[in-house]
């Protein structure tokens, strides 16, 4: 079964930076894998993810922000956060699935999927203003 687990969450000032990391273990095959975060009361939302072909997809709040990377030697997963906003508060998460098939895309129908069977357990970034 796969194992996510993540790092370098903390608590920082208004436009200060942070790197999360997402260590990956036990995935086999193409993969979709992403970033997600949660603030209390609200739905989990989708940040920054990569479908199987590559593709690197950001949500319109953090774009330009935020930078996804992936070192596929060391399965490690990464988000170079800057400019950080108190809106950007919330726990993150990493999560990973490739749904059983050879290809996969994090969007569907326009909407972030959500349903990765593998997440981590997350890591908590606080940004004050």
């Known amino acids: 079964e796969a194992q996510l687990m993540e790092s370098g969450g903390g608590s920082v000032q208004a436009g200060g930076s942070l790197n999360l990391s997402c260590t990956v273990s036990?995935?086999?095959?193409?993969?979709?894998m992403g970033w997600f975060r949660r603030t209390p009361g609200k739905a989990r939302e989708g940040v920054a993810a990569?479908?199987?072909?590559?593709?690197?997809i950001y949500a319109g709040s953090v774009k330009g922000r935020f930078t996804f990377s992936r070192d596929n030697a060391k399965k490690i997963l990464y988000l170079q956060m800057n400019n950080l906003k108190p809106e950007d508060t919330a726990m993150y998460y990493c999560?990973?699935?490739?749904?059983?098939?050879?290809?996969?895309?994090?969007?569907?129908?326009?909407?972030?999927?959500?349903?990765?069977?593998?997440w981590g357990q997350g890591t908590q970034v606080t940004v004050s203003s």
């Open positions: 036990r995935i086999l095959g193409s993969n979709c």
């Open positions: 990569i479908d199987s072909d590559g593709t690197i």
């Open positions: 999560a990973a699935d490739f749904w059983g098939a050879s290809t996969c895309h994090v969007m569907a129908g326009g909407s972030w999927r959500t349903d990765f069977g593998f």
